[in-house]
């Protein structure tokens, strides 16, 4: 089974601080794409970040940073100088690429407030 | 083109009624996904096409839910005989698959049924 783990409901996090957002995965596949996407309030979601399972340096967008760890399937997000902007509900998701279609798994999502 | 449509952004509806939503994905997009996302639960897989023909089926689409993809452009999902459980967002994606690159999808801002 293809499971996403997000344990934290709810952050906060003030304004220019940073924040880490955690997740774990599971999955026997070895192939596959790692990805946060971001979904504000009544919004739709916007992918933040991507990694690819095969590669060992950790993706960075910006402010945005992953740490991924394959062999404990974790992948948290690194938030830096939070802006007020990120308030958003934050999505963990894998995907299995295939060539019929690549369907994402989906974490249950973290609140993120950043505080002014 | 402005990404992914989806029609209407909120649907209120009576128990036992018919429902339809539209999603319009970006043109050259072959691909396109529904998801339903619960309260507090990240988005969970429905359906996917590739160009008319839909390839794939989640356990979650009882045979009251029925979707359709015609001519590869546009694709609308049907509800009959809602039930309060069927509440949820539902969301569209579309992507230009490339076999088994791990791109993400583009979302639509999803539409909100809520049955009363």
């Known amino acids: 089974a293809q499971t996403v783990t997000q344990s934290q409901p709810e952050m906060s996090v003030q304004e220019a601080e940073t924040v880490t957002l955690s997740c774990t995965y599971d999955t026997s596949e070895n192939n596959y794409y790692l990805f946060w996407y971001k979904q504000p309030p009544s919004r739709q979601m916007i992918l933040v970040i991507r990694q690819e399972a095969y590669k060992q340096q950790n993706a960075t967008e910006n402010r945005f940073s992953v740490n991924f760890q394959k062999a404990a399937k974790s992948f948290s997000l690194k938030i830096s100088d939070s802006q007020l902007g990120d308030t958003a509900m934050y999505f963990c998701?894998?995907?299995?690429?295939?060539?019929?279609?690549?369907?994402?798994?989906f974490g249950t999502g973290t609140s993120l407030t950043v505080i002014p | 083109d402005t990404g992914v449509s989806q029609d209407p952004r909120h649907k209120i509806t009576k128990r036992g009624q018919n429902v339809t939503f539209r999603c319009d994905p970006i043109?050259?997009?072959?691909?396109l996904y529904w998801y339903r996302q619960t309260l507090g639960q990240g988005p969970e897989f429905l359906t996917y096409?590739?160009?008319?023909?839909?390839?794939?089926k989640s356990r979650l689409l009882s045979d009251r839910f029925s979707a359709e993809r015609p001519k590869g452009s546009f694709s609308t999902l049907e509800i009959q005989r809602t039930e309060q459980g069927d509440s949820a967002m539902y969301l569209c994606?579309?992507?230009?698959?490339?076999?088994?690159?791990?791109?993400?999808?583009?979302f639509g801002s999803g539409t909100r049924l809520t049955v009363v």
């Open positions: 043109s050259e997009h072959n691909h």
């Open positions: 998701a894998f995907m299995i690429p295939s060539n019929t279609g690549n369907q994402f798994y």
């Open positions: 994606a579309s992507s230009l698959n490339r076999g088994r690159r791990g791109y993400g999808y583009t």
């Open positions: 096409f590739q160009n008319e023909a839909q390839l794939e």
